[in-house]
Nanobody, 129 residues
Framework: QVQLVESGGGLVQAGGSLRLSCAASGRTYGTYASGWFRQAPGKEREFVAAINSNGVRTEYADSVKGRFTISRDNAKNTVYLQMLSLKPEDTAVYYC??????????????????????WGQGTQVTVSS
């Protein structure tokens, strides 16, 4: 069992930055791939970024490439999402997920919600114009 707790959200002006954290419980968290998704009001949850279990591989949605960076520190059981040059359209609740399936990067399914077994409660990010 893995429990995830996101933090670091808040209100920021356009062009600003935030760093989200996702702290996990469970000694096997370092074997899970991790992902960040977001859900804006009235929209479906969408993929933002993913990282494999050892942090070597990362993938990003086109909308955040070059602005967001996902990373992890397995010694601290924590995954991060550094967000730079924030835009109003980045406003959403951000969720982190953990996937036990180690093949989601090889199969190209890292962007699919259904591949993630555990989710946090989300953290609100609001970007004002």
């Amino acid at each position: 069992q893995v429990q995830l707790v996101e933090s670091g959200g808040g209100l920021v002006q356009a062009g600003g930055s935030l760093r989200l954290s996702c702290a996990a419980s469970g000694r096997t968290y370092g074997t899970y791939a991790s992902g960040w998704f977001r859900q804006a009001p009235g929209k479906e949850r969408e993929f933002v970024a993913a990282i494999n279990s050892n942090g070597v591989r990362t993938e990003y949605a086109d909308s955040v490439k070059g602005r967001f960076t996902i990373s992890r520190d397995n010694a601290k059981n924590t995954v991060y999402l550094q967000m730079l040059s924030l835009k109003p359209e980045d406003t959403a609740v951000y969720y982190c997920g953990a996937a036990a399936d180690g093949f989601i990067f090889y199969s190209g399914s890292y962007y699919q919600e259904k591949k993630y077994d555990y989710w946090g409660q989300g953290t609100q990010v609001t970007v004002s114009s």
